[in-house]
C-alpha cells in the first residue's frame, strides 16, 4: 500500500494538527483511495473512506504489529480496474483488500428482496462513505461516518473513538429504515485477522455457548460435518475449534456461534507473543458469531489456497448464503418502517500480564 497526499492543495491540511496524544486526517490518498487515519500511543487505524469504511490497518505500536489480515488481491484503486465478468462474487472479492468490513443487508451470496437484487456482502461495504472530524483534541478523536444506501432503504451512521493511551475503539452506531413499509436485512461486522498475529498458538475464548454448521459444505476441507450442531468448542470428532490451527494445517472452515448472553464478547489469546485481542457487542442485536478460519485449505478462487486468516464476526443472522436463506431460517433482522435501532461496539489488543 502507498500513501501519499493526491493534490498540491491538500498538503498543507494533511498535516495532524499535533505530533502528541490522539491524532487525526482525513486527507490521506491510498492507492486512489481516500483513507482516514486515527492513532495515539498505541494505535493505528486507517480506514478506507472510498470503500465501505474498511478497516485496513489495525497497528499496534508497542509490538509493531498489524492485526489485520491483507487478501492476496491487495489494495488498488477500483475505477482502474476493468472486470470482466458481471458477477457480484468476483466483484466484490476481486477488491476485497482484507481488514475489517461492515455488511448489510445481505450477508453472503447474491439475492433478491422486493424487487431488488442484493449483490455478494452488499451493498455498503463497496461503496463510499460521508466522513467528518466530530473531535479532535489529544485526549480523544472521534470520526463520523454515514452512508445511504441506494439498492435498499437504509440510512447508517457511526462514530468510532480513540481515546489517549488506550488499545481500544469505540464503535456507536444508528441504523434507519427509511422506507414506508417494513424491510428484512442481514447485518454484521466482518473484522478479519491474519500474519504476524496468527499463528498455531492462538486460542479462542468467547461467552458464547452453541456451534453448528449448515446442512450443505463450505469446503472440501471443513473439519466440522454438515448439520452438526455442538456444545462449543469441541463437537466430539477430536477437534478443538478454540485453537487456531497452524498455517498449513490446509483446512478452511465456517462455524456459526450463538447463545451468548445479553453482552457478547469472545478473546484471541497468542501464547507465543502474550498478546490478545477482543471484541464485544450486543447479544441480543447481534445474536450469532461467524467463524471463518482458513489455514490454506480454500482452493479454486479467490484464495487458490493462499490465505491464512481468522475471521470473528458478530452478525444478526445467519448462514454465509445470503438474506433469502436467513428469511427463510427466522434470523433475518426485520425493522418497521422509520424505525431506528442503535448499538455500541468494542475492538480492543491487549499485551497480557506475565
Excluded at 66 to 91: Q, T, V
Excluded at 140 to 167: G, H, M, N, Q, Y
Aim: negative net charge.
Amino acid at each position: 500500500m502507498q500513501i501519499g497526499i493526491a493534490k498540491s492543495a491538500e498538503r498543507r491540511v494533511a498535516m495532524y494538527s499535533r505530533n502528541y496524544g490522539c491524532r487525526i486526517t482525513d486527507q490521506i490518498i491510498m492507492d486512489g483511495n481516500k483513507a482516514v487515519v486515527m492513532e495515539n500511543q498505541k494505535l493505528r487505524l486507517t480506514f478506507l473512506a472510498d470503500r465501505g469504511m474498511d478497516c485496513v490497518e489495525m497497528l499496534y505500536k508497542p509490538e509493531d504489529i498489524d492485526f489485520m489480515w491483507r487478501s492476496p488481491a491487495g489494495l488498488h484503486k477500483r475505477s482502474e480496474y476493468l472486470s470482466n465478468s458481471g458477477d457480484s462474487l468476483g466483484n466484490y472479492l476481486d477488491h476485497n483488500s482484507g481488514g475489517w468490513q461492515e455488511i448489510l443487508p445481505n450477508g453472503g451470496g447474491e439475492c433478491s428482496y422486493k424487487g431488488a437484487c442484493l449483490g455478494m456482502h452488499g451493498e455498503i461495504s463497496s461503496v463510499p462513505w460521508d466522513c467528518r472530524i466530530i473531535k479532535d483534541s489529544e485526549e480523544e478523536v472521534v470520526l463520523k461516518a454515514c452512508i445511504t444506501t441506494l439498492r435498499s432503504p437504509f440510512r447508517l451512521e457511526k462514530e468510532i473513538s480513540l481515546k489517549r493511551d488506550e488499545s481500544a475503539i469505540t464503535i456507536r452506531e444508528s441504523l434507519t429504515n427509511l422506507a414506508k413499509e417494513p424491510m428484512e436485512l442481514m447485518w454484521g461486522h466482518h473484522p478479519t485477522v491474519g500474519k504476524p498475529f496468527l499463528d498455531s498458538s492462538c486460542r479462542i475464548d468467547t461467552n458464547g455457548t452453541v456451534g453448528f454448521s449448515m446442512d450443505q459444505p463450505d469446503f472440501e476441507t471443513q473439519r466440522l460435518k454438515p448439520g452438526t450442531r455442538f456444545a462449543w468448542p469441541a463437537p466430539g470428532n477430536g477437534v478443538d475449534f478454540s485453537n487456531v490451527p497452524g498455517e498449513d494445517a490446509d483446512t478452511a472452515d465456517m462455524v456459526y456461534i450463538t447463545g451468548f448472553p445479553e453482552r457478547a464478547w469472545y478473546r484471541v489469546h497468542n501464547e507465543n507473543k502474550n498478546i490478545s485481542y477482543g471484541m464485544s457487542w450486543d447479544g441480543k442485536l447481534f445474536p450469532y458469531m461467524w467463524m471463518w478460519q482458513v489455514s490454506g485449505g480454500s482452493y479454486g478462487y479467490p484464495w487458490y489456497g493462499r490465505t491464512y486468516n481468522l475471521a470473528l464476526e458478530p452478525w444478526t443472522s445467519y448462514p454465509s448464503s445470503g438474506l433469502r436463506k436467513a428469511i427463510e431460517n427466522g434470523s433475518a433482522l426485520c425493522l418497521e418502517a422509520g424505525e431506528v435501532r442503535q448499538t455500541e461496539l468494542c475492538f480492543w489488543i491487549k499485551k497480557e500480564e506475565i
